[in-house]
């Protein structure tokens, strides 16, 4: 367990990125908001005016904030409203008191927008807002860093029908190659077509893990872009390994007197 003495920079803004997902999944229950949200898929921020008052109280506010972190929030916050509106009706019937069109409420509501936003980046690694960087990796359990996107889409192959696999395997293999060859520009441009895809497969995306990711993309998109590929060839190789066990298994059964 992590106590508050050991807590890293990375740790307060993870805290942070969870609250944040979890707020604006929250808020997309009302209409108002959603449509708010979901109409910033694809657009930049000078083109985003309903959104500000949903994702600018969750914005750092004591230190510089790169275009590229502030564009992180807004693309996730549409992503994850662009749903079909059925998707939400569970959570609609839970709570009913929701007003339509309302704010989502902002860091300041529980007293932490100083704590968990005004981390700077880390001067001493080079790494901007504490993302896990490749020593990370080796030393902290994998689940600390979540599913990376190139692990969600591996996953969204091995999951799939068997008639349904090959198609997937080129499918997800093509989009993957192609984030990953993607400047940060390129990156938010064709994410949210991906994130559908793996929406329609049925594959949750790690929301905390994939801000993370675009907001450091800028200067470690190789380092990144490993990740993804390794992680997604690691599951798909995982799945024919279990499917091929399987499979022997099977004969060895039809094969027994």
Not at 123 to 131: E, F, K, L
Not at 165 to 182: G, I
Request: hydrophobic share 30%; glycine share 8%.
């Amino acid at each position: 367990m992590t106590t508050e003495s050991s807590r890293t920079a990375a740790d307060v803004r993870r805290e942070h990125l969870h609250k944040y997902i979890a707020r604006i999944t929250d808020a997309c229950r009302d209409p108002g908001t959603r449509s708010a949200l979901r109409a910033g898929v694809g657009r930049d921020l000078d083109h985003v005016r309903p959104m500000h008052r949903i994702v600018a109280p969750w914005l750092p506010r004591h230190r510089h904030v790169p275009e590229t972190e502030e564009r992180a929030f807004y693309l996730v916050a549409s992503m994850i409203a662009d749903r079909p509106r059925h998707t939400f009706a569970v959570e609609d019937d839970k709570d009913d008191t929701a007003e339509e069109g309302t704010s989502v409420p902002g860091p300041e509501a529980e007293g932490e927008q100083a704590q968990a936003t005004d981390v700077s980046s880390d001067s001493a690694t080079g790494n901007p807002g504490g993302a896990a960087t490749e020593g990370d990796a080796q030393s902290e359990p994998a689940e600390r860093w979540g599913r990376s996107l190139g692990y969600c889409l591996g996953r969204a192959v091995v999951e799939s029908p068997g008639r349904e696999r090959e198609m997937r395997v080129s499918t997800a293999e093509a989009r993957l190659h192609l984030l990953t060859r993607q400047s940060a520009a390129g990156l938010h441009r064709h994410l949210p077509a991906t994130v559908r895809y793996l929406r329609q497969t049925g594959t949750d995306v790690d929301w905390v893990r994939l801000m993370e990711d675009l907001i450091a993309w800028p200067a470690f998109s190789g380092r990144i872009s490993r990740r993804w590929l390794q992680d997604y060839y690691r599951q798909t190789d995982e799945g024919r390994n279990n499917k091929s066990d399987e499979a022997d298994e099977n004969d060895l059964l039809n094969d027994a007197p």
